[in-house]
T-cell receptor
Framework: GEDVEQSLFLSVREGDSSVINCTYTDSSSTYLYWYKQEPGAGLQLLTYIFSNMDMKQDQRLTVLLNKKDKHLSLRIADTQTGDSAIYFCAENRYSSASKIIFGSGTRLSIRP | DGGITQSPKYLFRKEGQNVTLSCEQNLNHDAMYWYRQDPGQGLRLIYYSQIVNDFQKGDIAEGYSVSREKKESFPLTVTSAQKNPTAFYLC??????????????FGDGTRLSIL
């Protein structure tokens, strides 16, 4: 299976919070990233967290890192229709600093 | 504005033909990457280059070739040996300074289809 795992789909109501989860396998990972991909476009870096942090907040985005369980989450507060996209979790492994390992992406859809 | 430019946005390939996808960056990044994305799937690494005149195979290099003659350019050739080339191709670059922890920055992609 994937080294970085995410659920494929998430559907939330407009205005609610979205929580996208990710698990990774390499405890040597230094940085963990969240990217957003809109239809037909490239990946846009949303936020990232260093492995010695537990939480990072940036406006509507909150990243939580549980290093013991190798679990990363992205919370989007007050989800809007413009948040509809695919969200990728990615890890930068210390053992392979030249490459970033991506998850398969979570498609977030917003219902009215 | 600094960024990564991929061209063309759409490309069609005939049977037995080689095609080249362009990727140019003006971010002064040392490292550049090519990924393939199939519908509903994540990114798979084709080739990457950490410095000019050097590149390494990724996870799915067969049927592809690259060159890195200039820092700002990393073209990808999809050869006739790649039997299933239809996909969305993404180019990325990254600053190698400061411990190699910098995030990758992406272009807008090229969608390749078979005629």
């Amino acid at each position: 299976g994937e080294d970085v795992e995410q659920s494929l789909f998430l559907s939330v109501r407009e205005g609610d919070s979205s929580v996208i989860n990710c698990t990774y396998t390499d405890s040597s990972s230094t940085y963990l990233y969240w990217y957003k991909q809109e239809p037909g476009a490239g990946l846009q870096l949303l936020t990232y967290i260093f492995s010695n942090m537990d939480m990072k907040q940036d406006q509507r985005l909150t990243v939580l890192l549980n290093k013991k369980d190798k679990h990363l989450s992205l919370r989007i507060a007050d989800t809007q229709t413009g948040d509809s996209a695919i969200y990728f979790c990615a890890e930068n492994r210390y053992s392979s600093a030249s490459k970033i390992i991506f998850g398969s992406g979570t498609r977030l859809s917003i219902r009215p | 504005d600094g960024g990564i430019t991929q061209s063309p946005k759409y490309l069609f390939r005939k049977e037995g033909q080689n095609v080249t996808l362009s990727c140019e960056q003006n971010l002064n990044h040392d490292a550049m990457y090519w990924y393939r994305q199939d519908p509903g799937q994540g990114l798979r690494l084709i080739y990457y280059s950490q410095i000019v005149n050097d590149f390494q195979k990724g996870d799915i290099a067969e049927g592809y070739s690259v060159s890195r003659e200039k820092k700002e350019s990393f073209p990808l050739t999809v050869t006739s040996a790649q039997k299933n080339p239809t996909a969305f191709y993404l180019c990325a670059s990254r600053d190698r300074d400061r411990g190699g922890n910098q995030p990758q920055h992406f272009g807008d992609g090229t969608r390749l289809s078979i005629l």
